[in-house]
């Protein structure tokens, strides 16, 4: 969806050090998620956002942590990077009819 | 705890033919939404089309059309006229509001059936 962008699209990094993955969107949906998407399971909820400053965890969430200070803007962060969390992020934005529209995605390769 | 099933890993279909895509899904819940998404090759997740549970009407979306049985807890996608540009991975995804207490709807995705369109 043209409303909603991701950045970095591909990042490269080395065990232990920490990688921030940014999602911006301009449809000014108060919801906003962040999944992985791994071989065999599907895309799986990391964090989701229901407003500035409020966040809680989804279903694989620990080694992540999210931080959302404007409504357009969705941070993903990993404070010590690990080879288990080479994956591809999409972001998603709720939309109108409960359904959700994702960003382009980031494939992360952690070294 | 919700699932959702999609028992064909892989499908294939001829160009102009008509294919059909499996998805089953476990839920307790009366009050839900089913989605299906196309992923092709460029990883763009895309919404395919959308069906609320409380409609017996099945959705369509120009050449896709859903089969939704509410008792058998099913939910197939059918292509209609394949094209080459349908070639993707389609996943199939289930929504309930505010599951488990938690103040968003919980979106609870299959494993994803790999779509081949051979011209």
């Known amino acids: 969806d043209a409303g909603i962008t991701q950045s970095p699209r591909h990042k490269v990094t080395e065990t232990g050090t920490p990688v921030t993955l940014r999602c911006h969107q301009t449809e000014n949906h108060r919801y906003m998620y962040w999944y992985r998407q791994d071989p065999g399971h599907g895309l799986r909820l990391i964090h989701y956002?229901?407003?500035?400053?409020?966040?809680d965890k989804g279903e694989v969430s620990d080694g992540y942590s999210v931080s959302r200070s404007k409504t357009e803007d969705f941070l993903l962060t990993l404070e010590s990077a690990t080879s288990s969390q080479t994956s591809v992020y999409f972001c998603?934005?709720?939309?109108?009819?409960?359904?959700?529209?994702f960003g382009p995605g980031t494939r992360l390769t952690v070294l | 705890a919700q699932t959702v099933t999609q028992s064909q890993p892989e499908m294939s279909v001829q160009e102009a033919e008509t294919v059909t895509l499996s998805c089953t899904y476990d839920?307790?819940?009366?009050?839900?939404?089913l989605f299906w998404y196309k992923q092709p090759p460029s990883r763009q997740m895309i919404l395919v089309i959308r069906q609320e549970a409380y409609k017996q009407q099945n959705a369509t979306e120009n050449r896709f059309s859903v089969n939704f049985q509410k008792a058998a807890k099913s939910f197939s996608l059918k292509i209609s006229d394949s094209q080459l540009g349908d070639a993707a991975m389609y996943f199939c995804a289930y929504w309930v509001p505010n599951a488990g207490g938690t103040s968003y709807g919980k979106l609870t995705f299959g494993q994803g059936t790999i779509l081949t369109v051979h011209p």
């Open positions: 956002s229901y407003g500035v400053k409020d966040t």
């Open positions: 839920t307790s819940e009366s009050d839900y939404y």
């Open positions: 998603a934005m709720g939309g109108s009819y409960n359904e959700q529209f």
